[in-house]
Nanobody, 128 residues
């Protein structure tokens, strides 16, 4: 069992920046990849970014340039940095973990169904 807790969301003006955190606990030794997804009201949950155990990273095309995923193994934490926030970034952001074994490249972790554990989400609201 893995527990994930997101933090760092909030209300930010357009053009601002946020750094979201996802702290993992429990039996994390078998985690192969971590990902970030977001879901806006009335829309499907969409992939944002993923990072594998060997630091291979993937981003949704629409996220490239403004989103950066990283991790701190010592703290068992994954981060998502967002810059130049836009109103369309308003959503609940979820972190998720995928169990191994798996393919070494994060291209295998672009869909929500690939992940086994999910955090409760953190709300990001961008105002104009």
């Amino acid at each position: 069992q893995v527990q994930l807790v997101e933090s760092g969301g909030g209300l930010v003006q357009a053009g601002g920046s946020l750094r979201l955190s996802c702290a993992a606990s429990g039996r994390t030794f078998s985690t192969y990849a971590m990902g970030w997804f977001r879901q806006a009201p009335g829309k499907e949950r969409e992939f944002v970014a993923a990072i594998t155990w060997n630091d291979n990273t993937c981003y949704a095309d629409s996220m490239k340039g403004r989103f950066t995923i990283s991790r701190d193994n010592a703290k068992n934490t994954v981060y998502l940095e967002i810059i130049s926030l836009k109103s369309e970034d308003t959503a609940v952001y979820y972190c998720a973990s995928a169990l191994g074994p798996g393919y070494r490249y994060c291209g295998s972790f672009l869909v929500a169904g690939r992940y086994d554990y999910w955090g409760q989400g953190t709300q990001v609201t961008v105002s104009s």
